[in-house]
């Protein structure tokens, strides 16, 4: 196993390696400094960073779920082990136009799919149908690091891509 180099540590929340000069964890939100201030309330004490717009909000602003944290205007996304749902169809073809044309926009995509997953759970047929947020559990998702969501979202809206 790797050890982390002098200038990295380890999260105390999510145990991700950071930067030693990170203020804050872009894997899970938590602060690793005082003196940040809610975006929204400027003499509050913020709680987290979201994960999507790195920006620090207080606990009226934004939570923490499932060891990360999300503003209120992000906090629909569909987070998937670390990445965030930018886009969702049941075409594997279109899905993986998607996921090419931000591979090639310079963008880390994962095509996710829950059905074709062999170390999912088993879901009963009534459960496939369930959504998961907004979107179903059994549609091809393209996710994305979290620090790519916001500039992604964009390229997909130029490239004309709606998900």
């Known amino acids: 196993m790797n050890k982390p180099q002098p200038s990295e540590y380890s999260c105390p929340h999510c145990n991700t390696t950071v930067n ?3 203020k804050f964890c872009p894997n899970c939100g938590s ?3 005082d003196r940040f201030v809610c975006m929204n309330h400027g003499s509050t004490e913020a709680e987290g960073v979201c994960v999507i717009c790195s920006k620090p909000f207080c606990k009226k602003c934004g939570k923490e779920s499932v060891k990360i944290f999300l503003c209120d205007p992000h906090w629909q996304y569909e987070i998937h082990e670390g990445m965030a749902r930018v886009f969702g169809c049941f075409d594997n073809l279109h899905a993986q136009h998607v996921t090419s044309c931000l ?3 310079g963008y880390h995509p994962f095509l996710y799919s829950r ?3 062999p170390n999912a759970d088993l879901v ?8 998961f947020g907004n979107h179903p559990i059994n549609e091809l998702k393209v996710l ?6 916001l500039r992604a979202e964009e390229t997909l809206k130029q490239l004309g891509f709606n998900g």
Request: cysteine-free; glycine content about 4%.
């Open 144 to 149: 994305l690091p979290f620090s790519e969501v």
């Open 103 to 105: 591979e090639q926009a």
């Open 115 to 117: 059905m074709f997953n």
């Open 20 to 22: 030693q000069e990170d």
């Open 124 to 131: 009963s047929i009534s459960g496939m149908t369930r959504n």
């Open 31 to 33: 602060l690793f400094m």
